[in-house]
Nanobody
Framework: QVQLVESGGGLVQPGGSLRLSCAASGSIFSIYAMGWYRQAPGKQRELVATVTSGGSTNYADSVKGRFTISRDNTKNTVYLQMNSLKPEDTAVYYC?????????WGQGTQVTVSS
């Protein structure tokens, strides 16, 4: 089993920045992917960004150039730096950990972009 602990959500004005963190613990092997998904009210959960154990990244078109995903393998932690936030970025953000074909999810952290 893998446990995920997220932090860093909150309320921010449009144009502002936030940094999300997600630390994984438990039965972790050397090869795994981590990422962030989000779900806005009334909408399906969607991919935001992912990063493999080798460092390859993938972003949703809506966040390219504004969000940066990174990971610290020594701490089994993934980060999401979110800049130039827009009201449409408002959602619950979920950390995802994928290992040996199994997905694990964090509890979610609320990000609200509003003036």
């Amino acid at each position: 089993q893998v446990q995920l602990v997220e932090s860093g959500g909150g309320l921010v004005q449009p144009g502002g920045s936030l940094r999300l963190s997600c630390a994984a613990s438990g039965s972790i092997f050397s090869i795994y992917a981590m990422g962030w998904y989000r779900q806005a009210p009334g909408k399906q959960r969607e991919l935001v960004a992912t990063v493999t154990s080798g460092g390859s990244t993938n972003y949703a078109d809506s966040v390219k150039g504004r969000f940066t995903i990174s990971r610290d393998n020594t701490k089994n932690t993934v980060y999401l730096q979110m800049n130039s936030l827009k009201p449409e970025d408002t959602a619950v953000y979920y950390c995802n950990f994928k290992q040996l074909g199994t997905n694990y999810w964090g509890q979610g952290t609320q990000v609200t972009v509003s003036s």
